[in-house]
């Protein structure tokens, strides 16, 4: 039981602090306000917090879960849509239905899963580009601020990888707050509020957002998170869990949360031998994790009043410490094979440029290039293609 509590604290810990800065930069970059923000976060920890305690408990199985990171840090490159925030509010519901159809209705997964690899990773390579550039821009604009950051990053990861951005996110909002002398918390409360955003429908948010973040969020996050619980020999139903974080992400989307899926890193926490020798109780460390992301919904309004003063080259900067692994795995599977190394270098240029057509992003037209460019080449004979 010890065990299974230190394991589920530190799921909380990192699974919230390693990645906030991430969401709340991609919220800011579709049009959140900081009241939007901060609503958003006690709503993804609630759906994040209840779904673990109660899909854990219900089937005996570690079951961690977490806020698509990937799919946030796609809202930074695709930025405001036809709409503002309320249509990508819509995006965000559309992506929960869809998850749901993707649990009922085979044909629809079946469909994610043919999309190949390395262009799947080389898209999430592009998206996560911009942000992992960040750190190293900011040393340049603000190097009192960033140096630190940097250093401690490094320095913390040397000993404890996965406490490094927490402690770098912790030494940067210490520095937001000591330079920022009128900071005003008084009127976060303990408690956030939820403020409700009325959805709104866009072709432009359906298709820049909700398509990709969707493709994201069940190719980087859900079949990894099913992936990780396997190795450890954990097999939840899929039809069930996928239905259940579809449903959550639909509920919360209104308050302003971006979807929710299986977690990856957080579940290998779970699920391995520091959340106990006897794996059929290492649930319950998933529980106590569920407990501890509820509990720090509570930060919300503390974390958007100390983002809301931040320069947000800082902000980009911890985003950036944060997605740098997943960069490097990224793309690591994009252009490991000869074979699908130009469509994937296509896609993964075309993502990481910012290109929009029709008020689409480039997570979408990467994509799109990026096929297309493979079947050209396929269509050429595979002499031709391995040129």
Do not use: H
């Amino acid at each position: 039981m010890p065990q299974a509590i230190g394991a589920g604290l530190l799921v909380a810990l990192v699974g919230y602090a390693s990645s906030v800065a991430v969401v709340i930069q991609g919220l800011s970059a579709v049009g959140a306000s900081s009241a939007e923000i901060a609503s958003a976060l006690v709503a993804l920890g609630l759906a994040k917090g209840l779904l673990a305690i109660g899909l854990s408990l219900r089937y005996r199985l570690p079951i961690s879960i977490a806020w698509t990171t990937p799919g946030a840090a796609l809202l930074v490159s695709t930025g405001m849509v036809q709409g503002g925030f309320a249509a990508a509010v819509g995006a965000f519901m559309a992506v929960g239905f869809l998850v749901i159809l993707a649990a009922f209705w085979r044909p629809l997964g079946r469909l994610i899963g043919a999309i190949p690899t390395p262009i799947a990773s080389a898209m999430l390579a592009g998206i996560l580009l911009k942000l992992c550039l960040a750190p190293f821009l900011a040393l340049a604009e603000m190097p009192l601020l960033a140096l630190p950051v940097l250093l401690v990053w490094l320095l913390v990861g040397r000993f404890a990888r996965l406490l490094a951005v927490p402690v770098a996110l912790l030494l940067a909002l210490a520095l937001i707050a000591a330079s920022s002398p009128d900071l005003e918390l008084a009127g976060a409360g303990l408690w956030p509020g939820l403020a409700f955003v009325p959805p709104a429908w866009s072709w432009e948010a359906m298709i820049g957002i909700a398509l990709p973040l969707f493709i994201v969020t069940m190719a980087s996050q859900n079949v990894t998170g099913f992936a990780v619980l396997s190795t450890f020999g954990y097999r939840p139903p899929v039809t069930p869990v996928l239905a259940a974080t579809g449903l959550a992400s639909v509920l919360a989307a209104p308050f302003g949360a971006i979807t929710v899926n299986l977690a990856a890193i957080t579940a290998a926490l779970c699920a391995g031998p520091e959340a106990g020798s006897d794996p059929a109780r290492r649930y319950l460390a998933a529980v106590i994790g569920g407990i501890g992301y509820i509990a720090l919904a509570g930060l919300a309004g503390i974390a958007a009043g100390l983002v809301a003063v931040a320069p947000p080259t800082l902000i980009e900067a911890v985003a950036g410490l944060a997605l740098m692994a997943a960069f490097g795995q990224a793309a690591s599977n994009a252009f490991a094979g000869e074979a699908e190394r130009l469509p994937a270098l296509v896609t993964f240029l075309v993502t990481a440029s910012g290109l929009a057509f029709f008020g689409i992003g480039a997570a979408f037209w990467g994509l799109v290039f990026g096929l297309v460019v493979r079947l050209v080449y396929r269509a050429a004979g595979p002499g031709l293609s391995r040129r």
